[in-house]
């Protein structure tokens, strides 16, 4: 290397070392971390705008990022960042850009041009270090399995982070890094001269381990690692299979970390190990999969943890990163982590110590039906505060019973059939409530695989604990099938794979499920060699599979083109020893598309977690169709969070309606509402330039069969003379 190049690296890398102000603290009038802070409060300390004039918002500017691409679905999930003026977003494609913040102006952007597209569908923020001194600082972003580290001031990635601004987040995992699928949807939190980092991995048999990683921030070098699959001598190795650190996967966080700054703990969720929805090759506990953890920040050392699932078989990951905040009980000020799930719950822990800051008790549950299956035979549940979403499904809760019954996969429309009616496919499955193990007749599960709450997670005002959270109510139908090749018989080895793999996103006849293409019909649309590409390499928001052996792709490339028959992929046992994969999994719906649950199908809720409380509950949405004169506000699916101000004024989008609005934190009542070119299914921000504040939310639409887009919006009140 040349003298002076060695030397521009060196001073590259020192002031790396030498930043203002490494751990960077936001100060609630910018947007300037994930959420708008390290505790994930989602709060903004700006008054400019307040239950009396939000009405009066108009639109300030719009920017059309770009990215969309005919004839496929995109989304924009991203909540932005917003550091002094400028503001810094993602596209559909998942180009990094930076604004003006106060006109829309774009003032640059940055295309990865990675030859891993798996994972490129979905980025849902941005990771900001150093100081308000733009050029002293970086941004980090995710794009496939890369992870970049970006000069905030021109938006170049920084040679000497990785290699040549990057690095790939398939090492370091212990496993043969071209046999893994790790993306990062969601970004790391901050600490210090540390990125702490989760992962997105598959969630079928043969997935990647979700271990835990810092980085650091300067040269990009793994500076600790928590295994979330226990290794031997490690604490929690004894809740798997003695070797399942080798095989299993999953146990990731992909939702998103919290970090207390001030005493170095970083409070990561974790998701289920993989294969989601049987466990037969992990008997036990499974920690620290479904579990919150408190982790040293320095170093990575586990200081407590708990566990929402048990041996999850429902899919039920942390959905959300948690909330900290000082809860309030007798005067006495404890400081609290709050953790929302998918199955509608508020666990909230003194996050110190780890103890339990409402009572939870172990519910006891079935066993399995299922060959090989040892379900836990308890699940923990809060007692306080109650349950944000409806847990049972019962006949009184059907809204059209009669009306002819449609689950996105276990009736082809298309066919010419009588589907039964709602109630009549409602009593042919079991509908018990939370954890009932999933068997080949149909269990239902309420509320569904994307919640209760989801990613968009929720609000915690710092002020007084309350917190802000949306919740779907939308039942859904898992059923699984027995599938060949583990008792020694012949198996088609194509539909076998393709079950196990393909069925759990694309439905249990290969249809589509809601904004995912089918793969009934999908050798029109790509050559067998296409197919298989896809496959090993993933596309759009699919993951790859290159854990999977070149014949395995190829008969699963083969199978659904219809071309199995002119090769024989038949064999007596799969590398997959699974003798379950999903034959059925979708929303459960009547004929003219409407959940079969009386409303609201979707909610915005205020708790006091200092009682345990509800202050209200609300229909979050409407769908216009339903046009029932008692149903005046129906609620949607919704996905996206909330934004609360020191103003008393909550902004949320995330709709199926494709509408933002504005409520009053004090009792729920709507203040202000504005159509979106495309869905906002993403968390909005709020900020100041110049005096003036202002909400911007990404209108990437994609979801729930909305049309996609490219827009970010951002709203003010007018300029007074």
Same mark, same amino acid.
């Given at each position: 290397?040349?003298?002076?190049?060695?030397?521009?690296?060196?001073?590259?890398?020192?002031?790396?070392?030498?930043?203002?102000?490494?751990?960077?603290?936001?100060?609630?009038?910018?947007?300037?971390?994930?959420?708008?802070?390290?505790?994930?409060?989602?709060?903004?300390?700006?008054?400019?705008?307040?239950?009396?004039?939000?009405?009066?918002?108009?639109?300030?500017?719009?920017?059309?990022?770009?990215?969309?691409?005919?004839?496929?679905?995109?989304?924009?999930?991203?909540?932005?960042? #917003?550091?002094?003026?400028?503001?810094?977003?993602?596209?559909?494609?998942?180009?990094?850009?930076?604004?003006?913040?106060?006109?829309?102006?774009?003032?640059?952007?940055?295309?990865?041009?990675?030859?891993?597209?798996?994972?490129?569908?979905?980025?849902?923020?941005?990771?900001?270090?150093?100081?308000?001194?733009?050029?002293?600082?970086?941004?980090?972003?995710?794009?496939?399995?890369?992870?970049?580290?970006?000069?905030?001031?021109?938006?170049?990635?920084?040679?000497?982070?990785?290699?040549?601004?990057?690095?790939?987040?398939?090492?370091?995992?212990?496993?043969?890094?071209?046999?893994?699928?790790?993306?990062?949807?969601?970004?790391?939190?901050?600490?210090?001269?540390?990125?702490?980092?989760?992962?997105?991995?598959?969630?079928?048999?043969?997935?990647?381990?979700?271990?835990?990683?810092?980085?650091?921030?300067?040269?990009?070098?793994?500076?600790?690692?928590?295994?979330?699959?226990?290794?031997?001598?490690?604490?929690?190795?004894?809740?798997?299979?003695?070797?399942?650190?080798?095989?299993?996967?999953?146990?990731?966080?992909?939702?998103?970390?919290?970090?207390?700054?001030?005493?170095?703990?970083?409070?990561?969720?974790?998701?289920?190990?993989?294969?989601?929805?049987?466990?037969?090759?992990?008997?036990?506990?499974?920690?620290?999969?479904?579990?919150?953890?408190?982790?040293?920040?320095?170093?990575?050392?586990?200081?407590?943890?708990?566990?929402?699932?048990?041996?999850?078989?429902?899919?039920?990951?942390?959905?959300?990163?948690?909330?900290?905040?000082?809860?309030?009980?007798?005067?006495?000020?404890?400081?609290?982590?709050?953790?929302?799930?998918?199955?509608?719950?508020?666990?909230?822990?003194?996050?110190?110590?780890?103890?339990?800051?409402?009572?939870?008790?172990?519910?006891?549950?079935?066993?399995?039906?299922?060959?090989?299956?040892?379900?836990?035979?308890?699940?923990?549940?809060?007692?306080?505060?109650?349950?944000?979403?409806?847990?049972?499904?019962?006949?009184?809760?059907?809204?059209?019973?009669?009306?002819?019954?449609?689950?996105?996969?276990?009736?082809?429309?298309?066919?010419?059939?009588?589907?039964?009616?709602?109630?009549?496919?409602?009593?042919?499955?079991?509908?018990?409530?939370?954890?009932?193990?999933?068997?080949?007749?149909?269990?239902?599960?309420?509320?569904?695989?994307?919640?209760?709450?989801?990613?968009?997670?929720?609000?915690?005002?710092?002020?007084?604990?309350?917190?802000?959270?949306?919740?779907?109510?939308?039942?859904?139908?898992?059923?699984?099938?027995? #599938?060949?090749?583990?008792?020694?018989?012949?198996?088609?080895?194509?539909?076998?794979?393709?079950?196990?793999?393909?069925?759990?996103?694309?439905?249990?006849?290969?249809?589509?499920?809601?904004?995912?293409?089918?793969?009934?019909?999908?050798?029109?649309?790509?050559?067998?060699?296409?197919?298989?590409?896809?496959?090993?390499?993933?596309?759009?928001?699919?993951?790859?599979?290159?854990?999977?052996?070149?014949?395995?792709?190829?008969?699963?490339?083969?199978?659904?083109?219809?071309?199995?028959?002119?090769?024989?992929?038949?064999?007596?046992?799969?590398?997959?020893?699974?003798?379950?994969?999903?034959?059925?999994?979708?929303?459960?719906?009547?004929?003219?598309?409407?959940?079969?649950?009386?409303?609201?199908?979707?909610?915005?809720?205020?708790?006091?977690?200092?009682?345990?409380?509800?202050?209200?509950?609300?229909?979050?949405?409407?769908?216009?169709?339903?046009?029932?004169?008692?149903?005046?506000?129906?609620?949607?699916?919704?996905?996206?969070?909330?934004?609360?101000?020191?103003?008393?004024?909550?902004?949320?989008?995330?709709?199926?309606?494709?509408?933002?609005?504005?409520?009053?934190?004090?009792?729920?009542?709507?203040?202000?509402?504005?159509?979106?070119?495309?869905?906002?299914?993403?968390?909005?921000?709020?900020?100041?330039?110049?005096?003036?504040?202002?909400?911007?939310?990404?209108?990437?639409?994609?979801?729930?069969?909305?049309?996609?887009?490219?827009?970010?919006?951002?709203?003010?009140?007018?300029?007074?003379?």
């Amino acid at each position: 290397m040349r003298p002076y190049l060695l030397g521009l690296l060196l001073l590259s890398f020192l002031a790396c070392e030498t930043s203002e102000n490494n751990n960077f603290v936001p100060n609630h009038t910018q947007w300037n971390s994930y959420l708008g802070d390290a505790e994930r409060t989602h709060y903004s300390s700006l008054s400019q705008i307040d239950v009396a004039n939000v009405s009066q918002l108009q639109l300030a500017w719009e920017y059309q990022s770009g990215g969309l691409e005919v004839g496929r679905t995109t989304q924009i999930q991203t909540n932005p960042l #917003v550091v002094g003026d400028v503001l810094y977003g993602v596209n559909a494609a998942i180009e990094l850009f930076a604004l003006n913040a106060a006109t829309g102006e774009e003032l640059w952007k940055f295309s990865p041009n990675t030859k891993d597209n798996s994972g490129l569908g979905l980025n849902r923020g941005l990771s900001y270090w150093g100081s308000e001194d733009k050029e002293k600082s970086r941004l980090f972003f995710s794009s496939g399995s890369k992870l970049f580290a970006i000069d905030a001031a021109s938006g170049k990635a920084i040679a000497s982070f990785g290699e040549d601004g990057s690095i790939d987040l398939r090492h370091g995992l212990g496993r043969a890094p071209e046999t893994l699928s790790v993306v990062a949807n969601t970004p790391g939190a901050i600490y210090n001269n540390l990125l702490i980092m989760g992962t997105r991995v598959g969630e079928g048999p043969g997935s990647s381990p979700g271990h835990i990683r810092a980085y650091n921030v300067c040269s990009g070098a793994i500076e600790w690692t928590f295994h979330t699959i226990p290794q031997p001598g490690e604490f929690g190795h004894d809740t798997w299979p003695n070797d399942a650190y080798q095989t299993v996967g999953g146990a990731n966080s992909w939702a998103g970390i919290a970090v207390d700054r001030e005493r170095g703990i970083a409070y990561v969720p974790t998701g289920s190990a993989a294969f989601d929805w049987y466990g037969g090759d992990r008997a036990g506990a499974n920690l620290f999969a479904n579990s919150l953890l408190a982790l040293d920040a320095n170093t990575g050392e586990r200081i407590w943890h708990f566990q929402m699932v048990h041996h999850d078989m429902w899919d039920r990951d942390l959905p959300a990163p948690p909330n900290l905040f000082e809860m309030d009980r007798q005067g006495e000020k404890i400081a609290a982590v709050a953790q929302v799930t998918k199955s509608g719950h508020v666990f909230v822990f003194n996050r110190v110590t780890g103890e339990p800051l409402f009572p939870i008790e172990e519910k006891a549950y079935p066993a399995s039906s299922l060959k090989g299956e040892q379900a836990f035979a308890t699940q923990p549940l809060p007692v306080l505060p109650k349950p944000f979403a409806r847990q049972i499904l019962t006949e009184a809760d059907l809204y059209n019973p009669n009306q002819p019954a449609f689950v996105d996969d276990f009736v082809d429309k298309d066919q010419n059939i009588d589907p039964p009616t709602v109630l009549e496919k409602f009593r042919s499955v079991t509908s018990e409530g939370q954890f009932i193990p999933i068997d080949t007749t149909g269990v239902m599960l309420y509320p569904g695989a994307d919640g209760g709450a989801e990613w968009g997670g929720a609000a915690l005002d710092p002020r007084d604990g309350v917190m802000y959270v949306n919740s779907n109510e939308m039942a859904w139908i898992v059923r699984m099938k027995a #599938v060949g090749g583990t008792d020694g018989q012949t198996v088609n080895l194509g539909e076998s794979l393709t079950q196990i793999q393909c069925a759990r996103c694309h439905g249990g006849e290969l249809q589509g499920l809601a904004g995912i293409p089918e793969l009934q019909n999908v050798k029109e649309r790509f050559s067998v060699d296409s197919i298989a590409s896809i496959i090993k390499n993933g596309k759009g928001a699919m993951p790859g599979m290159p854990n999977l052996s070149d014949s395995e792709i190829s008969a699963i490339a083969h199978f659904i083109s219809g071309l199995e028959e002119e090769t024989d992929h038949r064999v007596e046992e799969t590398s997959v020893k699974v003798p379950y994969a999903v034959a059925g999994f979708g929303r459960f719906k009547d004929d003219r598309g409407f959940p079969v649950v009386k409303p609201p199908w979707g909610t915005l809720n205020a708790i006091d977690l200092n009682s345990g409380e509800y202050l209200w509950q609300i229909p979050l949405g409407h769908d216009k169709n339903l046009n029932d004169p008692q149903i005046p506000i129906t609620g949607t699916e919704n996905y996206g969070g909330p934004v609360i101000t020191s103003s008393g004024v909550l902004f949320i989008a995330a709709t199926r309606d494709e509408k933002i609005r504005a409520f009053a934190m004090e009792n729920g009542n709507m203040l202000w509402e504005d159509s979106l070119p495309a869905g906002g299914y993403a968390t909005p921000a709020t900020y100041e330039v110049n005096g003036k504040q202002y909400v911007v939310i990404a209108c990437g639409g994609g979801k729930m069969g909305t049309k996609s887009g490219d827009t970010y919006r951002a709203y003010a009140l007018p300029d007074i003379p």
